[in-house]
């Protein structure tokens, strides 16, 4: 929790590292499998995790799990499975792996999602250099398409309301189109590939 608190700050305040803030002998390196996977590493691509010689650590990783678990098609986006980082380094990590999604995008995961996770993408949802993409639920309350679908359960537990309350007969669809629209959790995220770009040029990414 105290990670994503100080990523959420890192991002308000434009304090995150970037590429050229890399010390020596530190490395991106992006591991492509089922999905991605983007971690500091030494030059071979080894992690930096569990060494406390390692200058920093830290990773963020995605995948399209959530489309074989009746969660929707979420516009073919990725969903962010799992994050951690030595602090000021994590929104390069979060950066590419939004430039590695390309035009499918990014999400919030649709089955956990903490407080400060949800004030993670809040943030994302403001960035005017990051596109969003509306999500739809799956009574298709936004559209009658069916690839926008998505799972909607985090967006109603932290907008304070329960399910039970999105059920009620006091609830109506247009209050549901606000809740999907002012949710940064009902939204595809894409960015342009510029921290991947820097990295490339200054040597310091490796794929495998």
Not at 64 to 75: E, I
Not at 170 to 198: H, Q, R
Request: with cysteine; net charge negative; proline share 4%.
């Amino acid at each position: 929790m105290n990670l994503l608190r100080e990523y959420i700050r890192e991002l308000l305040t434009e304090a995150a590292m970037g590429p050229a803030d890399l010390p020596d002998g530190v490395f991106v390196t992006i591991l492509a499998d089922d999905g991605y996977e983007v971690y500091f590493s030494d030059k071979s691509g080894k992690r930096f995790v569990g060494h406390p010689e390692s200058p920093l650590h830290g990773y963020v990783a995605m995948d399209k799990g959530h489309r074989g678990r009746g969660l929707g098609d979420c516009l073919g986006a990725y969903m962010v499975v799992g994050s951690e980082a030595t602090h000021g380094w994590g929104p390069m990590l979060y950066d590419v792996i939004m430039e590695l999604a390309g035009s499918d995008g990014v999400m919030a995961d649709r089955s956990s999602l903490s407080k400060d996770a949800f004030n993670v993408w809040q943030v994302y949802m403001s960035r005017g250099d990051v596109q969003k993409k509306q999500l739809d639920d799956v009574g298709n309350t936004l559209t009658p398409e069916e690839e926008d679908n998505c799972d909607a359960d985090t967006a109603i537990q932290r907008s304070g309301l329960k399910t039970t309350d999105v059920f009620s007969g006091e609830w109506n669809d247009e209050k549901t189109a606000e809740l999907l629209k002012n949710s940064p959790v009902m939204k595809v995220y894409t960015k342009g590939p510029t921290t991947i770009g820097e990295l490339e040029s200054i040597g310091r990414l490796i794929r495998k």
